[in-house]
């Protein structure tokens, strides 16, 4: 589970040192600035902008009741950001696995992408799973 904020929690230190350095050479407009633009980008590559996950067993079990996909994704992955922005509020209407706090899903992922993990990865009711799907094509199934 700790995985998924190293990348966050990289960026921040990032922009806390870069933010060190300019409000050493007294720019503290800058530095707030520049901190400040580090911090949302460590949020968008961070888990909050994600609906809350659940886990692959749940997920599947709510998926076979209300007919919604199931997306599997991982903190940090560029794709799983794209489709997770591009789908805006209708996001919320799939139920969403994160694959490094889930083994299960992290197996159902590799079942779908010939044993790599990619994602994300988007299984349908009937049991078919599409790997980086577009997002438009997934808004359709929602």
Not at 15 to 28: E, Q, S
Request: charged share 25%; aromatic share 10%.
């Amino acid at each position: 589970m700790m995985r998924g904020w190293v990348l966050p929690l990289l960026i921040v230190v990032a922009g806390v040192a870069a933010a060190a350095g300019l409000h050493a050479d007294r720019n503290d407009g800058g530095a707030v600035v520049v901190l400040l633009a580090f911090v949302a980008f460590a949020v968008v590559n961070s888990s909050l902008v994600f609906p809350k996950p659940s886990g692959a067993l749940e997920a599947r079990r709510r998926s076979e009741q209300d007919g919604r996909p199931v997306v599997y994704w991982r903190p940090g992955c560029r794709y799983c950001r794209r489709l997770r922005f591009r789908l805006g509020r209708d996001a919320r209407r799939a139920h969403w696995v994160d694959i490094w706090r889930d083994p299960a899903g992290a197996a159902v992922v590799r079942s779908f992408a010939d044993g790599n993990e990619t994602v994300p990865t988007v299984v349908l009711t009937d049991g078919r799973g599409y790997v980086n799907p577009d997002p438009e094509w997934v808004r359709e199934r929602l």
